[in-house]
């Protein structure tokens, strides 16, 4: 499996940052798998952001719910992150992984990672 993230490196504080994870290899629906989202922001530890699980159920850390949303596009086999609201606060590198735990900063597999920025 590989998991490939891409979206803009630059985003400016209070807009909406979105973020795609492509796979391949797999497919995003397969049972008993939860792709999530995990972020490092610099000179932090990784933060497990969350997941979505086969059936399509979402999961989230308290501190970002009412922020984040996951989503999926079976038809292009992606993962969707969108965050509202960013701050500076927010930037970092974002990962997406692939697990068979629900929430975890280290997944069986993930992806490079992509940086993201907050800034005017």
């Known amino acids: 499996v590989q998991l490939q993230e891409s979206g803009p490196g630059l985003v400016k504080p209070s807009q909406t940052l979105s973020l795609t994870c492509t796979v391949s290899?797999?497919?995003?629906?397969?049972?008993?798998?939860?792709w999530s989202w995990i972020r490092q922001p610099p000179g932090k530890e990784e933060q497990w952001m969350g997941a979505i699980g086969p059936s399509g159920k979402t999961y989230y850390t308290p501190s970002l719910r009412n922020r984040v949303s996951i989503s999926r596009d079976m038809s292009k086999n992606h993962i969707t992150l969108q965050l509202t609201a960013v701050t500076p606060e927010d930037t970092g590198v974002y990962f997406c992984?692939?697990?068979?735990?629900?929430?975890?900063?280290?997944?069986?597999?993930r992806g490079q990672g992509t940086q993201v920025t907050v800034a005017s």
């Open positions: 992984g692939r697990d068979r735990a629900v929430a975890t900063t280290a997944p069986d597999y």
């Open positions: 290899g797999g497919t995003i629906t397969a049972d008993s798998y939860y």
